[in-house]
């Protein structure tokens, strides 16, 4: 159980700046997840937490005590690596038992054959053996105890992982991509058992990814990184819907989010590839960008926007029409809830989309505030007037 | 069940006969056909030597003789008869049980500081290999040089320090110790190298692993890291150390010839003088096949422990 507050945290390597000031406070007991594309500086900062790496310059903090300079064991995080990091040359059992040999027996007690002879030895194995079956009944890998990890699959090991993980009962896990080896059926179902045992343990989760599918499904809140920098924090939810930068509304989100080249006009006014939508906004004229998510753009004659299919992607449930359309160097985007009715490739087809689904960036991605100015408000002014 | 076993034999034993009385299958014959030129090559070169040198140790053959005859066990009836045979065999295991423990901890030594440390790895790298690149014989007039009693650098050294100086080439006592110490300075640099390659294989999450697990100390992470993941490398490192010094020849003929009074006499030496000092070599191969069955010994224990102890990830 432990608050985690990042401070100012900056870090270089050989005068490259990875990570560029980061500031952020993980609740205690909370699932929070650093989700990013690949040298975003995600993986630093979870081993700068973990102590396994020195920050240049800001502080870590764990229950309001500074960690830095505090040994990486003794910050009592335990931590699950994408390569699982088991020990080949020892069994399952020993594996799990590793951080609590080191933590409870004396370096004497641990000697190659000494050790063995002493009776406060026998005493704490026999309790170590007490928990590292309880923590494999918990994740049902009894039965493999005596293997060894060359022995196991993929997802087996993870579980080791996790078992020596949650077998010192550390203040905080992190996990460093741990799911990014396994195969897509398999990483499906550990992301529920990952979910499920962070209600179990309620403990505090630190979780990277570059998976924004793991993000979006498993955590209550999370952090996008992006260059070194943290771009957002929020609710899932509110980073799909609500993001701050353009870059977070790319990144989250499959298919990506289709930006139309877009203007605004001096009235206040929107346009998107020169058609001018129902979106106001108090920003200043200028090129902006207008995005819309692929399941809020509607195929229909009668859309203002045209384009001709160049691609389908049926799944099954749903399809997503890829429209080449005059003006964008990439094809729009459209999810169809309907497969059995979709159009044919290099057939045109008219599109649209709601004023309330434009998310509008400026020229430097940042956010812009849009509203859609209601129809009802011109009587209300009448009536003022 | 029987059936099978019957039916089998019906459809077999045709076949058989055919290939008895046919001989095999054109494709078979091009595979034996071209499998032919690498087997007579490996007879030649690999296994007929061997069996020669075998063979040669049942004969009287003398080098140059134009005859021989075959006399069975008589040469290693004289050999284990022999005193001179007992003190080489003695010498040489304790070279062995000397030279294998101190290369191998040098050399493992070695490679962890060199590994541990930031710079000039490169520089430290080669100095350390030198000795392995230079030919033994040459360093061995240097080290008789180091080893003078009179002027020698080692000596020198012991005076500077008020200490007494040592005939340490010509003292029955010493001689095979100093030849031991020429042995591990020749061996370090090779052990080192091996060594490095294997540290360079250990994955480095293992150590963030064991560093997050609580071993806090350099030693704890060597006994729970870099130990056992060197096991392949060590077996590998103490097996070749082992072969490379039971072979201890060069060092003895140029600093000792095996004396004082045989207190430096090792196999091969023992096999030289015999063989190409007193032309008996058929008495030289009979010692020779000694010494190769020593390496059959080591080859098999290798193999049989890196099927078992070592763990590959």
């Known amino acids: 159980m432990a608050e985690i507050e990042i401070r100012a945290l900056r870090k270089a390597f050989d005068g490259a700046e990875v990570l560029k000031g980061v500031d952020l406070t993980i609740e205690d007991g909370e699932f929070i997840s650093l989700v990013g594309p690949s040298g975003c500086g995600k993986s630093t900062l979870l081993r700068i937490i973990a102590g396994l790496e020195p920050q240049s310059s800001g502080e870590i903090r764990i229950d309001h005590a500074s960690a830095d300079g505090v040994r990486p064991s003794a910050r009592n995080l335990a931590m699950v690596f994408q390569s699982y990091a088991l020990y080949p040359h020892l069994s399952v059992f020993d594996n799990i038992a590793v951080p609590l040999r080191m933590k409870r027996l004396s370096a004497l007690e641990r000697a190659p054959l000494v050790g063995r002879l002493l009776p406060s030895r026998r005493r704490a194995e026999r309790v170590i053996r007490e928990d590292v079956e309880r923590v494999a009944e918990q994740l049902e890998i009894t039965a493999l105890l005596k293997r060894k990890p060359g022995q196991l699959s993929g997802g087996q090991r993870q579980r080791v992982a996790v078992g020596r993980a949650i077998v010192r009962q550390p203040r905080a896990f992190l996990f460093d991509e741990p799911l990014s080896n396994l195969d897509a059926k398999l990483r499906v179902h550990m992301r529920a058992e990952i979910a499920q045992l962070h209600r179990q343990l309620k403990t505090t989760f630190i979780y990277v990814t570059h998976d924004q599918a793991e993000a979006m499904t498993m955590s209550g809140r999370i952090a996008v990184m992006i260059g070194g920098e943290l771009i957002q924090v929020g609710t899932p939810a509110a980073i799909y819907e609500d993001p701050h930068d353009i870059r977070v509304a790319e990144f989250i989100g499959t298919p990506k989010i289709n930006a139309f080249p877009g203007r605004i006009r001096s009235d206040g006014r929107l346009e998107a590839l020169g058609h001018p939508l129902h979106v106001a906004t108090p920003a200043p004229a200028g090129e902006c960008r207008v995005c819309v998510r692929p399941e809020r753009i509607d195929l229909d004659t009668s859309g203002v926007l045209s384009g001709t299919v160049v691609h389908l992607e049926n799944l099954g449930s749903e399809a997503f029409v890829h429209i080449g359309s005059p003006g964008m160097s990439v094809p729009v985007v459209a999810r169809v809830n309907d497969p059995s009715q979709l159009p044919s490739i290099g057939s045109p087809v008219g599109y649209g989309f709601a004023p309330e689904a434009v998310r509008a960036f400026d020229g430097g991605g940042r956010r812009i505030v849009t509203s859609v100015p209601s129809r009802v408000e011109r009587p209300r002014e009448v009536a003022v007037v | ?313």
């Open chain 2, 1 to 313: 069940m029987s059936d099978a076993a019957t039916l089998q034999g019906v459809t077999t034993a045709p076949r058989l006969r055919a290939w008895v009385f046919a001989g095999p299958r054109p494709a078979a014959r091009a595979a034996y056909a071209l499998a032919a030129p690498a087997f007579v090559l490996m007879l030649m070169m690999l296994i007929g030597p061997l069996a020669g040198v075998i063979a040669l140790s049942f004969t009287d053959y003398q080098l140059g003789a134009p005859s021989f005859s075959w006399i069975g066990l008589s040469n290693y009836h004289e050999m284990f008869a022999d005193r001179v045979f007992w003190i080489s065999l003695k010498n040489t295991l304790t070279y062995v049980a000397i030279v294998v423990p101190g290369a191998v901890v040098l050399g493992l030594g070695t490679a962890l500081l060199i590994q541990s440390g930031a710079g000039l790895r490169s520089w430290y790298r080669t100095v350390y290999f030198l000795p392995v690149m230079a030919t033994l014989i040459a360093m061995a007039i240097v080290w008789e040089f180091m080893l003078h009693p009179q002027f020698g650098l080692v000596n020198g050294l012991l005076r500077a320090a008020g200490l007494q100086g040592h005939s340490w080439l010509q003292d029955r006592g010493t001689a095979l110790y100093s030849l031991c110490v020429i042995g591990i300075w020749q061996a370090t640099g090779f052990n080192m190298v091996l060594f490095l390659a294997g540290l360079v294989s250990i994955p480095k999450h293992l150590y963030d692993a064991a560093e997050i697990d609580g071993a806090e100390s350099a030693w704890s992470r060597f006994r729970l890291v870099t130990w056992p993941m060197l096991g392949p490398v060590t077996l590998f490192v103490v097996t070749i150390s082992a072969i490379r010094s039971f072979q201890v020849f060069d060092t003895v003929q140029v600093l000792t010839k095996g004396g004082p009074s045989k207190s430096s006499e090792v196999l091969i030496y023992t096999m030289y003088t015999e063989g190409f000092e007193f032309f008996r070599s058929g008495y030289g191969a009979a010692v020779t096949v000694v010494f190769l069955a020593f390496v059959l010994l080591l080859t098999s224990v290798k193999s049989a422990l890196g099927n078992r102890e070592v763990h590959y990830a």
